[in-house]
């Protein structure tokens, strides 16, 4: 079995549902004779043309209208917005056309979309390039949000968001696309929506996280294992779909939950987990929920980037913080 990293096995997911199905397309700024800002669609317009792999004008609204029109038309769109902060442009699309399509028209047509982003900071990018956008557009009802954490996840999920007859917002933790290389099966899998992965097991606290932020996290559990503690460690991979089965059966057994993210605090999707777990698991609690975050500022430039994502220390201490509440 190869081992690939993030990127490598994102670019093998395109390939293999693009010579599955001749409905599968891609479409974004750059994505064919350049392969794509991280040459994640690297080789695709050459294997299969420029009709199904288009490079489009720099305007991330209409890459998504016509994503949109072709998705109604019978095909199977992949747009790329080239960084998650220039989604905004886009939002409109997606709110009112996208996301209300099976809504509007009674069932009668879905939107068997998947919309690419890189997304969360860490790699010295200027403004516009660093956001977690994962909150915002898990409020959208419509739409399907995911986040893979390593290269075998991003194949499979993205597999499975090709496959879905929804749309699906998928979001690539850029810091991940190179950091990680690990086994990942040329064979065709897939990897439900809305399936949280359990990484360690334990029985003191339970510790919840996805995307970029998995490494630092990991290694703040690490430390804290090889000091006694028993901990458990979850990736969510999805927040629409969100497996509340997971999350508040790991809290129900150990009392205690930190929640990582590199999103600003305020509003960051650890606040509906932890609403979540006070609506079902409540009485369930030893101590209250602790939250590790981005601050509520716009993501610095790189100089500060280290102050502003969570670093493993800041999690540790959250996570002690959980256990001796």
């Not at 096995?9 to 549902?17: G, H, K, M, P, S």
Request: aromatic residues 6%; proline residues 6%; charged residues 25%.
């Amino acid at each position: 079995m190869e081992k690939r990293n993030m990127v490598e096995a994102l670019n093998l997911a395109l390939r293999q549902e693009m010579a599955r199905d001749e409905r599968v397309m891609v479409l974004g700024e750059d994505v064919g004779k350049g392969g794509g800002v991280f040459r994640v669609t690297d080789g695709l317009q050459k294997e299969f043309g420029p009709e199904r792999v288009v490079d489009t004008p720099l305007a991330e609204s209409g890459i998504v209208g016509t994503a949109f029109g072709l998705a109604l038309g019978g095909m199977i769109p992949v747009a790329e917005i080239q960084f998650s902060g220039f989604l905004p442009a886009a939002l409109d699309q997606i709110i009112n056309n996208v996301a209300r399509i099976r809504c509007r028209s009674r069932g009668r047509y879905s939107c068997p979309l998947v919309i690419r982003m890189p997304s969360s900071g860490g790699i010295h990018a200027p403004e516009h390039h660093s956001e977690s956008p994962e909150a915002i557009l898990a409020h959208i009802p419509g739409i399907k949000v995911v986040m893979p954490s390593t290269p075998y996840d991003a194949k499979g999920l993205l597999v499975s968001a090709i496959r879905d007859p929804d749309p699906v917002l998928f979001l690539e933790p850029t810091r991940s696309y190179r950091a990680i290389v690990e086994e990942v099966p040329d064979e065709e899998y897939a990897i439900p929506l809305g399936a949280a992965r359990i990484l360690r097991e334990g029985e003191q606290v339970t510790v919840i996280t996805w995307g970029a932020m998995i490494r630092e996290t990991v290694s703040a559990v690490e430390q804290l294992v090889s000091e006694g503690f028993s901990i458990e460690l979850i990736d969510l991979r999805s927040f629409v779909p969100f497996d509340a089965e997971t999350v508040l059966a790991s809290v129900e057994k150990t009392g205690r939950v930190v929640i990582v993210h590199e999103a600003p605090r305020t509003g960051g999707f650890a606040a509906e987990i932890i609403a979540q777990i006070n609506e079902r698991a409540l009485t369930s609690l030893l101590a209250p929920a602790v939250r590790v975050t981005g601050f509520d500022t716009a993501m610095p430039h790189f100089k500060m980037e280290h102050f502003y994502i969570p670093s493993a220390e800041r999690i540790r201490q959250g996570i002690l913080q959980a256990l001796h509440d």
